[in-house]
């Protein structure tokens, strides 16, 4: 199975609607692809990972660097994985920023703390660190 994280730059500010049309496509393509991931958005910024049979996920990755609504879309890491590290979700997701948690660090590290994977939890707690408040 391949596994990619990448952080991403919405163009504009995603509003509640057009993030819950995203995650919508994305678990009904992802479930029929047999892709699992996680979704964090933080302000402009994207952290997501994909996991899941080769060329499905390498298919996805392709038709989300290709989406106009984001850019900078920079992986961050792309590996072979035996086994899934977000297998309970088609796209977990949690949005900091105005609308979100007061406490994006702490959701986000409750969300991934079954992850096996060191790093892959230190990029999300990362990532939640510092794109907690930023619009
Ligand atoms: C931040 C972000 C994350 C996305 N994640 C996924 C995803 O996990 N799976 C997916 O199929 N599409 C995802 N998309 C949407 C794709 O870019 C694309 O619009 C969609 O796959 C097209 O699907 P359709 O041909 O069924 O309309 C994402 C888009 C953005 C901006």
Known sequence: MLQIVYISTARKPFSEAELRSVLAVSRRNNEAAGITGLLISGGRRFLQALEGPDEAVA???????????????????????????FGNWAMGFEAGGADGPDDLRGVVEALIAPLQDKSLRAQFIGFAEINARAA
């Open 59 to 85: 298919a996805a990755f392709d038709r989300i660097k290709a989406d106009a609504r984001h850019f900078a879309v920079v992986a961050l890491s792309m590996k072979h994985v035996e086994t899934r590290e």
